[in-house]
């Protein structure tokens, strides 16, 4: 293979890493969290609830979420931690 050959090809792999993270146009992709808050909100509209009081129950879902994945990170901690010594 030619080195200019090597070198595009090169350049097309390192361009496939940011696949996982964008789509084609460049948009972000939504995690899973964004699309049912999304709905959340959209439900409420249509319902005729108070969105503001939605966005706070979002919020709430929010911080109980990343408080759990932070207590699970912290027990794996200690598990390895106390295995060690």
Known sequence: MPRTGFR???R???NRSSRNSRRKGGKPVKTQEQLDAEMMLYQAEKEGKDKEQVKLEIEK???E???AK???EMDEYFKK???DN
């Open 65 to 67: 979420r990343e408080k």
């Open 12 to 14: 097309k792999r390192k």
């Open 8 to 10: 595009r090809a090169i």
């Open 70 to 72: 932070l207590d699970e």
């Open 81 to 83: 931690r106390d295995t």
């Open 61 to 63: 879902m929010k911080r």
